[in-house]
């Protein structure tokens, strides 16, 4: 792949705001759904299920994504990333009251199936465009600038992510389910419709067809860093999925509002934190991430020993939530960085859909033990579920190679 057109930079600035726009919808969307139908007295395990099928799909369109954008052109799968969150939108916004509650389960199921393959067709266009911008350092590129623009293109989106969640608590309390998701589509519809008039046909297409077999990696480290993947972001669903709003709503008696603001101000500044992360990075000896997922793994457990000593369970999950969501924002930033730093040029847009697909399986995972674990032990043992992750995270970890400090931030 290649970007040489006139205007590399406009073609990615444009990519970039459409993944913005659709990463408001999308956040919003997770909120709505969740506090809509935890309203209408759904079990934690039936709030878990409506979102199955969106995480595996995105398992699945991660792992063809790649091959289509190769062959037709990223600009190809970001358009149809976008239309098919607009249909989804407009589908949710037809759920009958008269249905039956596990007809309007399978539904919601089904449409959030469309979302997932929305979100990672959209996302994949993004992540694979910026290395078709920024060279990295081995491609003659200036020092650790791959690394800082794969940290602001990540930051930026989680932090819109978490705008998104305040609009979805908001626009529910707002304007209620159905009105909301007519305004998010109608926003969306625009910015799918302003793309095609300054991005060019055939952006980072192959001019060499790219076999189907080869959607499967065969590079041991992106073998390992997505497995490392699954397990830290099926660490992180498995309490903030599910469990966690839960708990704010029922037990420490947040409002729908105040539940989708805490948790948009936490995705907000986990996304700040992403941003900066090459400048954390920078004091360290070279770049694997072991320490950090060592420590990002420890707070989940001193959550719960905490827990049981008496103090306020309240206090003690906001501030655990503050310091893993910093923790984990190193992490995820330095990930996104190996990912682009692990593929070639050519191959940019297969690896990074091998890699997502990992990512889409670790949430699928979470999502799942999210329902359960709420639904047995209450947070105490999400929690416990999610450290254990974190365990498995840092042993993939151990097997990955060090880059040398001087050549990545």
Request: net charge positive; hydrophobic share 55%.
């Amino acid at each position: 792949m290649s970007a040489t057109s006139p205007n590399p930079w406009r073609n990615y600035s444009v990519v970039t705001a459409a993944y913005w726009g659709f990463t408001l919808s999308d956040g919003a969307l997770r909120m709505l759904v969740l506090l809509h139908f935890h309203a209408l007295g759904y079990s934690p395990l039936e709030l878990a299920t409506l979102f199955l099928l969106y995480e595996v799909m995105g398992m699945v369109t991660n792992l063809i994504g790649g091959w289509v954008g190769s062959r037709l052109g990223l600009n190809f799968t970001l358009y149809l990333g976008l239309t098919l969150q607009v249909a989804a939108l407009l589908l949710l916004s037809l759920l009958n009251p008269a249905w039956s509650v596990s007809f309007s389960v399978l539904y919601v199921l089904l449409v959030q199936g469309l979302a997932g393959v929305a979100k990672d067709f959209t996302k994949m266009s993004a992540k694979s465009a910026l290395k078709l911008i920024v060279p990295s350092e081995e491609e003659g590129g200036k020092e650790g600038a791959l690394f800082k623009w794969v940290a602001l293109l990540t930051g930026s989106k989680n932090t819109l992510k978490g705008v998104g969640f305040f609009l979805g608590g908001f626009l529910l309390s707002w304007l209620g389910y159905a009105p909301s998701l007519y305004v998010m589509a109608a926003v969306l519809a625009g910015v799918l419709l302003a793309c095609p008039l300054v991005l060019p046909r055939g952006f980072g297409q192959l001019k060499s067809k790219v076999k189907f077999a080869a959607i499967l990696s065969k590079s041991r480290n992106i073998n390992i860093l997505s497995a490392a993947r699954l397990f830290l972001f099926g660490a992180r669903d498995v309490w903030f999925v599910v469990g966690l709003p839960l708990f704010l709503y029922d037990i420490a008696g947040f409002s729908f509002t105040a539940t989708g603001t805490l948790m948009a101000a936490w995705v907000i500044g986990y996304g700040f934190v992403q941003a900066g992360a090459p400048a954390v990075l920078r004091a360290g000896s070279g770049l694997r991430g072991l320490s950090w997922i060592v420590l990002l793994a420890a707070i989940p457990f001193a959550m719960v020993l905490l827990g049981r000593t008496g103090l306020d369970f309240t206090v003690i999950v906001l501030a655990g939530l503050a310091l893993f969501g910093i923790i984990f924002a190193v992490n995820s930033a330095l990930h996104s960085y190996l990912i682009l730093r692990y593929s070639e040029r050519d191959h940019v847009a297969l690896n990074v859909g091998f890699y997502y697909m990992a990512n889409a399986a670790g949430r699928l995972l979470g999502t799942i033990l999210s329902g359960l674990a709420y639904q047995w032990g209450g947070l105490m043992v999400c929690l416990l579920v999610s450290g254990a992750m974190l365990l498995m995270a840092a042993l993939f970890t151990l097997f990955l190679p060090r880059i040398p400090h001087a050549q990545a931030a």
